[in-house]
């Protein structure tokens, strides 16, 4: 016979598991409600952020001394006069009233006035989850960047964040309004206060990329390596660039690939190359100063999608690698980069004639794949980019032209004619462009001096940069 217990224990099981039931149905429709206030909230906000960021920024140029208080009061209004369909902020003072002290609201008012108070609970309650007020932020970020540097605002908005990151150390260096909406904003929640220090410091980052980059020292030390030559060296250097000589050279390979065919003799004229391939630091000032090169400002019609695509944000590429070759980079990103500092991209021609350094051999410094570990990184000495100019200089003294990273050049891909016009710039038009010098992904034959490649000139990869060209001296 079984025990009362026994008996009762089935009833337990099935009582047990109805609860756990109701308590996961319960959290799923809480977590529901939540999520769906939390979309609500932040189409709210979507629906006016670029005119309220506009309108901060505005205050913070003027000078006003509490911008962000403002511009919440403003974005407040025009939301109500959105979903309320009031034209007057007198309108909600009733309803004002009765949140603050109690005070009775007039009978016509009450529905209005319950639907002001839904408005500002769900902005309360949504504000103050870290994830939502994050989320809110990044989703704005790119919006307020380009805002700052449209109005030429970065140093008006560092006052601004240093007020604010002073205030968060310190309440007593608040300033009272600007303490108000602290606690208002944050209810003081330890999690969100932290958050909001980080993001602030953050965008002082993004603002200010040149001076959290690199120690100075270092980037002198790689700087002078592109820039200095051998008190012995016959070749003429001007920052950072080497001056190549006009003459003609034979461009091509009779034993190579057949593009390469046929071997012939092209003129080419004197002209200037980097000594280097473009740096992650140095695209990073340039997106500084130019931002149409950010990764999130970049025309999507002149990239595969994968543009930047090792960098976290706008201006904040992988971190300890910026002394490496730019990678992610379509040929009409190289293209604007190069213009942008009144250079070029280097023709096909000038390229090979500067990866052959006057010598009518397999690589600029001879015939033998044996030496390669010495001047280029490919898969027999590298898993990815290198920090450029590590290794021995060619007899040119231009680094990694053979390996590290394949290089775009200016021409459109095409099998060679016989007899090409001084100077060739290739087709008019076409499919691909031209890449040159082999990466680390590359066995030896890809590095060869004539070896040629070719890509959409939107593509990007990670074994994809370049160099620049110039017909007059840098000087």
Request: neutral net charge; proline residues 7%.
């Given at each position: ?66 911008p962000m208080v403002h511009e919440i009061y403003e974005l407040r209004y025009r939301i109500f006069q959105s ?18 002290f109690g005070s009775e609201v007039p009978e016509d008012q009450i529905d209005f006035c319950r639907r002001y ?10 504000l103050i989850l870290p994830k939502v007020f994050e989320y809110l932020y990044y989703e704005t970020e790119p ?333």
């Amino acid at each position: 016979m079984k025990s009362p217990m026994f008996a009762r224990l089935p009833r337990l099981i099935h009582t047990s598991k109805r609860a756990l039931l109701l308590s996961v149905f319960g959290l799923l429709g809480a977590a529901l409600v939540a999520w769906g206030a939390t979309r609500t909230f932040s189409n709210l906000a979507k629906e006016f952020r670029e005119q309220a960021i506009k309108e901060f920024v505005g205050y913070v140029v003027k000078g006003e001394r509490y911008p962000m208080v403002h511009e919440i009061y403003e974005l407040r209004y025009r939301i109500f006069q959105s979903k309320l369909g009031i034209n007057n902020k007198s309108e909600t003072k009733a309803c004002s009233r009765h949140r603050a002290f109690g005070s009775e609201v007039p009978e016509d008012q009450i529905d209005f006035c319950r639907r002001y108070d839904e408005l500002v609970d769900l902005a309360k309650q949504q504000l103050i989850l870290p994830k939502v007020f994050e989320y809110l932020y990044y989703e704005t970020e790119p919006f307020l960047i380009r805002e700052i540097e449209r109005r030429k605002a970065r140093d008006a908005i560092r006052v601004w964040i240093r007020q604010k990151l002073r205030c968060l150390k310190d309440k007593y260096r608040c300033g009272r309004d600007e303490r108000g909406l602290l606690v208002r904003v944050t209810s003081l929640d330890p999690e969100l206060l932290k958050l909001y220090h980080t993001l602030l410091a953050s965008l002082e980052k993004k603002l200010f990329p040149e001076e959290a980059m690199l120690p100075l020292d270092f980037v002198d030390e790689m700087e002078s390596r592109c820039t200095l030559l051998p008190k012995d060296s016959a070749h003429q250097v001007v920052s950072g660039m080497v001056f190549v000589s006009e003459g003609p050279f034979r461009m091509g390979s009779e034993s190579g690939e057949a593009d390469e065919r046929p071997l012939r003799n092209v003129l080419v004229k004197g002209f200037w190359i980097d000594r280097c391939e473009v740096t992650i630091y140095d695209f990073l000032k340039m997106a500084d100063a130019e931002p149409i090169l950010r990764k999130s400002t970049f025309p999507r019609k002149f990239h595969n999608g994968r543009y930047l695509a090792n960098w976290e944000d706008d201006l904040q590429p992988p971190f300890g690698q910026e002394l490496q070759p730019v990678t992610h980079v379509s040929w009409f990103a190289a293209r604007y980069f190069c213009n942008a500092l009144g250079k070029r991209l280097p023709s096909e021609a000038e390229w090979e004639k500067a990866a052959r350094a006057g010598a009518e051999k397999v690589y600029s410094f001879g015939d033998d794949p044996a030496f390669l570990v010495d001047y280029g990184w490919y898969r027999k000495n590298a898993t990815a980019p290198r920090p450029a100019a590590e290794l021995m200089p060619s007899p040119l003294e231009l680094f990694d032209m053979h390996g590290n990273v394949r290089e775009w050049v200016w021409d459109w891909y095409e099998s060679y004619t016989p007899n090409p016009d001084p100077d060739p710039l290739g087709p008019q038009r076409g499919k691909y462009r031209v890449l040159r010098g082999g990466s680390w992904k590359d066995g030896p034959e890809q590095l060869r001096s004539a070896s040629r490649d070719d890509a959409s000139p939107a593509q990007t990869a990670a074994d994809i940069g370049f160099r620049c060209a110039s017909d007059q001296s840098p000087e």
